[in-house]
């Protein structure tokens, strides 16, 4: 009997490697299939994962005896097809990096078809196993330091999209918009921090410096580099995200900030060490800073994390933590914590955010197009 857990691997371009790199720290687990239709990528995936076999098809990943589970870190709009796909040949766990999908059609499909879907499904929201981001959320759940949460604020200021294979990230068509492609995951973050449902999002945001000089056969690329998206929440909560991307230089990609009557909660976390110029000495410790009211007095905390982690990809870590859990489940020997309801959720978000920006009006997830509980139809799903 095989006591290996077995991965089959659907797209293996920048971020499948990054999966890989994180799956070889795994004990008992190993890469035995892979499909990824770029030579070139699939040549360095393979020499990542040497155990692995090339796969010429996702239904020759799905089929093979050797295959207990499944990832797919392919372009957003494959995912919901090959969800689909999957479904019919052979319900496998799967790891499905975000976003879900990138319509709201397919919102609908994979839904419904969560409900016949006899396997896990865990969506790859890497942000919440940031040991910084998972110890605030620690902090907000407890409410010790904060009371009830009434106000969180996001901030990432970040490099702009990098190069994919055949430039895909450059359109909206393609990537859901950025405000689903990136920002899914820090929808998700507001839902996780909140424990609560968003009803209203309201979106400002523009493509003001990033890729204006960039053309190709689709065109000039309309992704937006920069956005403020207010959300509301159905328990009275209220969350703001601000997004820049030609914002590289600072000290910090991301800083969370969650507000109660008994205080605040803030993480501050770097960005890829790959990116820190050396010049500037040692990259950046997360850290966690707990400020409360009274007595008043920040109290901060390094958040180091293990560098065998940190060398295996570009999420603080996180991609390894995600796959200890997510190999549990695989096991028998855990629960999914983030479902295809959760990134089906996000994906909402990213999309009604995408039409406020469009539009300049607030979007009502509460009726209409964008209604989250008809959408998900929330009383049939399952985590």
């Known amino acids: 009997m095989n006591t290996n857990t077995r991965y089959g691997i659907i797209g293996c371009g920048m971020m499948g490697q990054e999966h890989l790199r994180n799956i070889a720290l795994l004990p008992g687990a190993q890469v ?11 040549s360095k995936s393979l020499a990542d994962a040497p155990g692995a076999q ?28 090959q ?20 319509h709201l059609d397919d919102v609908r499909s994979l839904a419904a078809l969560q409900a016949s879907y006899l396997a896990p499904i ?6 919440r196993y940031m040991p910084p981001v998972a110890m605030l959320a620690q902090e907000v759940h407890g409410q010790q330091n904060t009371g009830p949460v009434k106000m969180i604020t996001i901030r990432e200021h970040r490099f702009a999209f990098l190069v994919k294979v055949g430039d895909w990230n450059r359109f909206n068509r393609y990537t859901g ?19 609560s449902e968003p009803v209203r999002v309201f979106a400002s945001a523009g493509v003001d410096h990033n890729h204006l000089d960039e053309t190709y056969p689709d065109g000039t690329p309309d992704i937006l580099d920069n956005a403020y998206v207010i959300v509301d929440f159905a328990s009275g909560q209220r969350a703001l995200l601000e997004l820049c991307m030609f914002a590289e230089g600072a000290r910090y990609q991301e800083e969370i900030s969650v507000v109660g009557p008994l205080g605040k909660a803030e993480c501050f976390v ?58 549990a489940v695989v096991r028998g020997q855990g629960a999914v914590e983030v479902g295809l309801r959760d990134g089906l959720a996000a994906v909402v978000m990213g999309l009604a955010a995408q039409e406020s920006a469009r539009t300049g009006q607030a979007i009502d997830l509460t009726s209409g197009e964008y209604d989250l509980v008809n959408l998900l139809n929330f009383s049939a799903a399952q985590p």
């Open 270 to 327: 770097p960005g890829p060490g790959r990116f820190w110029s050396a010049h500037l000495g040692d990259a950046p410790v997360p850290k966690l800073v707990i400020s409360p009211r009274d007595p008043k007095g920040p109290r901060e905390q390094d958040v180091p994390v293990d560098p065998v982690a940190l060398a295996a990809g570009d999420h603080n870590g996180s991609t390894l933590y995600q796959h200890q859990k997510f190999n």
């Open 32 to 42: 035995t299939r892979i499909f990824e239709p770029d030579a070139d990528m699939l």
């Open 54 to 81: 090339s796969a010429a098809s996702l239904a020759e990943v799905v089929t093979s005896p050797d295959v207990d589970c499944l990832l797919i870190a392919s372009p957003n709009f494959c995912h919901a097809d």
């Open 177 to 195: 918009g950025t405000l689903v492609e990136k920002c899914c995951h820090f929808f998700d973050l507001m839902r996780h921090l909140t424990q």
């Open 83 to 102: 969800l689909r796909e999957i479904a019919r040949l052979r319900p496998l766990p799967v790891l499905l990096e975000k976003p879900a999908c990138t």
């Open 122 to 127: 865990w969506v790859a929201m890497e942000y």
